[in-house]
């Protein structure tokens, strides 16, 4: 038994340790590295085939016409020159002012604002409206939703997210915004005649001129307004011109400008007027076909010329802004009859009436030159309009399509023939319909080869939308198309003022095309997004189980890592996933690189745990799920250039809306509504419905289900996954591994997703079991203890009782405290005792000043000082069993004192046969520092704490060496002190303990112990306790299953609460600063994704954890009993936290080493600490007698 345990004299189990350190590091670095590769090793995963769109179109012949357009003179005028703001150039001054319009219904109007905002002079955004009968001015969410700009709450910004702001300050331009006032309603789509009652009101026109008033004053960026009220009733025209004074008026007393848009040839606008009461006129001189009228010309040359020369005899040309248009308009028309022409008199006669019109819709350029390059049609300039256009038949639809519109050319003529009248200020409506190629002559339009750049013509913004349904696929890149245009031939013309009389387009510009598929009329899919989460994502698959339905899961990887075991369910019954990305980025906002990592990441751990890879990519936050410009498709081509099919959704529940929270009813009936609108609109169709399984209280999702799922049913809809909708099957879409390379990659990834979990779900379980733990020890180990604290321990003693009781004191160096210590037990008040002192070898005259302070105790028989060479404290202790002849002694340290009672406490207990030992309450009797006073705070807290917890069930796990009593025969019985630990006194209170005696716990035997005055004597003292502990947990390590009460609390509790937590502790404070520190990083990178829910759940728990500890040492402080020595006690409080906080990174560095000389085997040398031999002048008083 001389041999300790874990010594290992030939270090076999740390050669061995090591060979097996060294094994798996390089296994780490292996599986690390491969892991490392492949994420940063892209390679496409093989391409899902999806079915083409087809169209069923014929282009019609061109209709041959002969020109009769003249030439314009041009005059020359250069660009802005000018420093002055551009407001306050006189119009058409040879400044050459642009304006342009901007409006943000469609995605493309802020692209190519941002593209071309240095050609920009006057920007007009279309954001306030007036459409209610008492003037209070509107705007818009992104939803659609209207609010007032001015209320009680104060003034609301219109510019969204900033962003025409942010577009002008990022060009370091001067471009100047007036908000667009319209009585459009985005709402219904339309002018609301309700304007004319607004405008016949003095006080609605009153409450307009304020509220404009108060919102330009909150905004000072802008210069003032642009009025577009149109549609509005001959009987509402003067009250319209009071309006225009009252503001125009208003404005000039505020250096505001004030312009207004009109309509060209409508003789119900007073023009003149308007031009006095006004800085500027902008004539719309466009829609001269429009989509109330039959198909033709939107601004034949002749029409616009004539226009502005009426313009201009009743408005000075220094009032006038001249709006052009670059957009198209769509009719559609029955097709004609088959069958030949009709004949008479053996001619060919021509219709007496034109077709009705079905239908008619705008466009941009792009979608107008898209249409032509689906139908095969090639565009015609018709020489008498000089405008482009072109037809053809959609034979399915049944339909002839009559498509005109205003490109780069018409707006080159237009400017020219301006030009020629005097009008050199252009306004443009509008931003992201037009022909991108105008740009390059929109600042110099009269340079003789200005028409030579239209000749190479670049994409427009829009996307092209092809098919129906939600699952994607880029089918085209953009690319630049190529016309030719010839110029008019008169050499009387000079050649900067000349026109295009014709184009031929070579080749059309052409966006991304993004392809939909995938939609059916009588089959839907239910989608799930953002899990899997533990919580819900069982719950839904319980709800699809109960109905056999297969569902699509999208995947955020980093859920699925911490909640493998869900995902493989998901995937074992049956249903689909797909990839969502690993953290939950915004991926518009991020880089390629970025993007890639997020998606191949989560497509590893697919491969690793479940042995597919899935195919389906869904984007966070539907970005990007349904693109409508070309810097929202890039993203999708990205995705698929990976491989990956893009899946959207077109019928959005909202579920995750908590503000309200849905009820299950209105998730049904929004599903229903939009499904309705499907069947009444021939765009925007799908048939996948978004729901989602994670990200938050999934409750409304779960509760919804089963009644979406029934009436889905009712109304014959086939449930079924995604790939179904598609043509395909699941292995299709998940498609397995295949041959042993992808298998070790994805074994090589298990392996490296393990190690990343484990040590994630480590840091956080230790941050929440480490609060738990504190929880528990305040409720569990707190109940017990104040149970044992209350309750009266039965009395087996009788009066009489009074049996001998010898007192060991091992003494090594105790030269200047043995005296004080022998004193202390001398003047103990039960006397029927015999003191024996072990001098262990001592170098110094311990056992001489012993001898010599109590010559005559020694002469009785009551001392008895013992000498032997140095073995340490458990052979000098066994050594002095040999001269006990008593059934009870006390041991006791030498550098420690008692209470004068604390005997008379310990010894009636052995009345009763089954006690083996008795704990005493040991305290700290030398507070004289910071590092006292708080050892002083943990006895309390701590040792005692646990020891009344313990009592309960009479497994105390450690009689402390300071003051203890124990049974001999039951000491000798298990032969005593065991030498091979280094804490005797656990080791053999856990052999009694074995043996079936009962071990308790006397709180009012007290013991006063000097503790170490500095942090390197604590750590030595604690790695001699720690490393003793440890060894005789493993030396019992079979009482866990033997003793019920040792193996199922009392070892457990040692385990716990003196070795593991205290081990990993630490990690608590470094989960909460890594904590906030992430939730800072993702606030500043993904700002949609940074949780304040789980930033302020990490503060609760970390403050709940720190009151815990405060609230349990409170407990331990309040069973203290009453007594000279806890006078004061309760100040100890006052060091609690910043004494946790060191004691938790003092102790992770002395259990890290006691772990390591456990495993290393090396021998532990005792370590002496040196004594000062001073108590604190309470302890002094209390022991003095």
């Known amino acids: 038994?001389?041999?300790?345990?874990?010594?290992?004299?030939?270090?076999?189990?740390?050669?061995?340790?090591?060979?097996?350190?060294?094994?798996?590091?390089?296994?780490?670095?292996?599986?690390?590295?491969?892991?490392?590769?492949?994420?940063?090793?892209?390679?496409?995963?093989?391409?899902?085939?999806?079915?083409?769109?087809?169209?069923?179109?014929?282009?019609?012949?061109?209709?041959?016409?002969?020109?009769?357009?003249?030439?314009?003179?041009?005059?020359?005028?250069?660009?802005?020159?000018?420093?002055?703001?551009p407001s306050d150039i006189t119009l058409n001054s040879g400044e050459g002012l642009r304006a342009a319009y901007y409006v943000e219904w469609?995605?493309?109007?802020?692209?190519?604002?941002?593209?071309?905002?240095?050609?920009?002079?006057?920007?007009?955004?279309?954001?306030?409206?007036?459409?209610?009968?008492?003037?209070?001015?509107?705007?818009?969410?992104?939803?659609?939703?209207?609010?007032?700009?001015?209320?009680?709450?104060?003034?609301?910004?219109?510019?969204?997210?900033?962003?025409?702001?942010?577009?002008?300050?990022?060009?370091?331009?001067?471009?100047?915004?007036?908000?667009?006032?319209?009585?459009?309603?985005?709402?219904?789509?339309?002018?609301?005649?309700?304007?004319?009652?607004f405008l016949e009101s003095d006080a609605s026109r009153a409450r307009f001129v304020t509220e404009i008033d108060t919102f330009l004053a909150k905004n000072t960026l802008y210069r003032g307004i642009a009025l577009d009220l149109e549609e509005i009733p001959t009987a509402a025209q003067p009250g319209y011109r009071a309006l225009i004074e009252a503001v125009y008026n208003d404005f000039h007393r505020r250096n505001l400008k004030l312009y207004i848009n009109t309509p060209v040839s409508d003789p119900d606008y007073d023009l003149k007027f308007m031009a006095d009461h006004s800085d500027g006129l902008m004539i719309m001189n466009y829609d001269e076909h429009q989509v109330d009228s039959q198909p033709g010309p939107i601004a034949s040359q002749d029409w616009f010329i004539d226009n502005l020369k009426n313009v201009l005899k009743v408005v000075p040309k220094e009032k006038i802004i001249c709006s052009l248009g670059s957009y198209g308009y769509d009719w559609t028309t029955a097709l004609p009859p088959p069958g030949p022409a009709k004949v008479v008199k053996g001619k060919k006669v021509a219709e007496s009436a034109p077709a009705k019109v079905l239908n008619a819709t705008a466009l941009s350029t792009q979608e107008a030159w898209q249409a032509a390059s689906d139908a095969d049609a090639q565009v015609q300039f018709d020489p008498d309009a000089m405008n482009a256009h072109f037809a053809y038949d959609d034979e399915d639809a049944k339909v002839r399509h009559q498509v005109w519109f205003l490109d780069g050319v018409t707006v080159l003529n237009e400017m020219r023939a301006a030009r020629a009248l005097g009008i050199q200020t252009i306004g443009l409506w509008r931003l992201g319909s037009e022909d991108d190629s105008l740009w390059k002559i929109w600042d110099k339009p009269q340079r003789v080869d200005a028409w030579k750049d239209l000749g190479q013509v670049e994409p427009g913004y829009d996307v092209d939308d092809e098919g129906e349904g939600d699952i994607m696929r880029v089918t085209r890149k953009p690319q630049s198309g190529q016309r030719t245009m010839t110029l008019e031939d008169d050499d009387e013309v000079p050649m900067d003022q000349r026109s295009v009389v014709n184009e031929q387009m070579k080749s059309y510009p052409l966006p991304y095309t993004v392809q939909y598929v995938g939609y059916n009329k009588k089959k839907v899919a239910l989608s799930f997004d953002d899990g899997p989460d533990p919580e819900w994502t069982p719950k839904i698959l319980d709800v699809l189980k109960k109905y056999s339905v297969s569902g699509t899961f999208f995947m955020i990887g980093e859920e699925a890592e911490n909640n493998v075991g869900v995902m493989k369910r998901v995937y074992r019954e049956g249903h689909e996933i797909g990839n969502h990305t690993f953290t939950h980025p915004d991926i518009s906002g991020i880089s390629s690189a970025q993007v890639k990592l997020q998606v191949v990441a989560t497509e590893r751990l697919f491969a690793a745990k479940l042995g597919v890879n899935p195919l389906y990519f869904r984007p966070p936050y539907s970005i990007d799920q349904e693109p409508d410009t070309n810097d929202q498709a890039a993203p999708v081509e990205l995705i698929q250039n990976l491989g990956y099919v893009v899946v959207g959704n077109k019928i959005d529940t909202d579920d995750w809306d908590e503000h309200p929270r849905k009820s299950p009813e209105e998730i049904r009936d929004s599903v229903f509504r939009q499904i309705d609108a499907m069947e009444k609109n021939p765009w925007g169709r799908g048939s996948v419905i978004l729901l989602h399984d994670g990200g938050g209280d999934r409750s409304a999702t779960v509760a919804a289900l089963p009644v979406l799922i029934e009436a889905l049913q009712a109304r014959g809809y086939q449930i079924v996954p995604v790939s179904q909708l598609v043509g395909q099957t699941r292995e299709q879409v998940m498609v397995p591994l295949m041959g042993w390379r992808q298998r070790s990659l994805a074994f090589a990834d298990s392996v490296a997703f393990f190690f990343i979990s484990f040590f994630n779900h480590f840091v956080v379980a230790v941050f929440f079991v480490g609060d738990i733990l504190m929880t528990g020890r305040l409720i569990i180990i707190g109940l017990f203890a104040i149970i044992d604290r209350l309750r009266k321990r039965k009395n087996f003693a009788p009066d009489d009782y009074n049996p001998r009781v010898a007192v060991l004191i091992p003494a090594y160096n105790e030269e200047l405290v043995i005296v004080r210590t022998i004193r202390s037990v001398m003047m103990s008040n039960y006397k029927n005792m015999h003191i024996i002192v072990i001098d262990d070898g001592s170098k110094d005259r311990t056992s001489e000043v012993a001898r010599a302070a109590y010559p005559k105790e020694i002469e009785a028989g009551r001392l008895t000082v013992l000498t032997k060479p140095n073995g340490g404290k458990a052979d000098a202790l066994n050594y002095a069993l040999d001269y006990v002849d008593e059934d009870i002694y006390v041991g006791i340290d030498a550098d420690g004192v008692i209470a004068h009672d604390a005997i008379t406490r310990l010894v009636p207990h052995f009345a009763n046969p089954k006690i083996g030992a008795v704990a005493g309450n040991a305290k700290v009797g030398n507070r004289v520092n910071l590092w006292t006073r708080w050892q002083a705070l943990e006895y309390i807290t701590s040792q005692n704490f646990e020891r009344r917890a313990l009592d309960l069930f009479d497994v105390v796990m450690v009689v402390p060496g300071a003051i203890g009593a124990w049974r001999t025969e039951a000491v000798k019985a298990g032969n005593g002190y065991h030498t091979n630990t280094v804490a005797e006194d656990a080791d053999l209170t856990m052999n009694i303990l074995e043996q079936g005696y009962s071990v308790i716990y006397e709180d009012q035997a007290l013991a006063f112990t000097e503790a170490p005055v500095n942090a390197d004597g604590l750590m030595r003292q604690r790695f001699r306790w720690s490393f003793g502990i440890l060894q005789a947990i493993y030396k019992h390590k079979g009482a866990i299953r033997k003793h019920r009460a040792m193996g199922l609390f009392a070892l457990p509790n040692i385990l716990i609460f003196q070795i593991l937590l205290p081990l990993v502790s630490p990690l608590i404070d470094l989960m909460f600063v890594a904590g906030i520190f992430h939730y800072f990083i993702d606030h500043y990178f993904h700002p949609e994704s940074a949780s304040t829910a789980s930033l302020y759940k990490l503060i609760a728990f970390f403050l709940t954890f720190t009151v815990i500890d405060f609230a349990a040492s409170a407990v331990a402080f309040a069973l203290e009993r009453k007594h000279q020595a806890s006078k004061g006690d309760w100040w100890l409080l006052v060091h609690i936290w910043i004494q946790r906080f060191t004691y938790r990174q003092v102790f992770s560095l002395v259990l890290l080493k006691t772990v390591k000389r456990a495993v290393d085997g090396k021998p532990f040398n005792w370590d002496k600490l040196d004594r000062t031999a001073k108590m604190s002048a309470e302890t002094e008083k209390l022991t003095a007698g």
């Open 1 to 85: 038994m001389s041999q300790q345990v874990f010594y290992d004299p030939q270090r076999r189990r740390w050669k061995r340790l090591r060979r097996v350190l060294d094994v798996a590091a390089l296994l780490g670095l292996v599986v690390g590295v491969i892991f490392i590769i492949g994420l940063l090793r892209v390679k496409p995963m093989k391409e899902l085939l999806l079915p083409a769109t087809q169209h069923n179109y014929r282009a019609l012949e061109a209709k041959p016409a002969t020109a009769k357009t003249t030439a314009q003179k041009l005059r020359r005028a250069p660009h802005r020159k000018t420093d002055k703001a």
């Open 106 to 197: 469609d995605p493309s109007s802020y692209p190519s604002l941002k593209q071309h905002i240095k050609q920009i002079d006057l920007l007009f955004p279309d954001w306030l409206h007036v459409v209610g009968t008492d003037g209070d001015i509107t705007a818009n969410t992104i939803d659609n939703t209207a609010f007032s700009i001015v209320d009680r709450s104060g003034v609301h910004g219109v510019d969204r997210e900033n962003k025409v702001a942010r577009a002008i300050s990022d060009a370091h331009e001067d471009t100047e915004v007036f908000p667009l006032v319209n009585n459009f309603d985005p709402r219904k789509g339309m002018f609301v005649p309700l304007v004319g009652d």
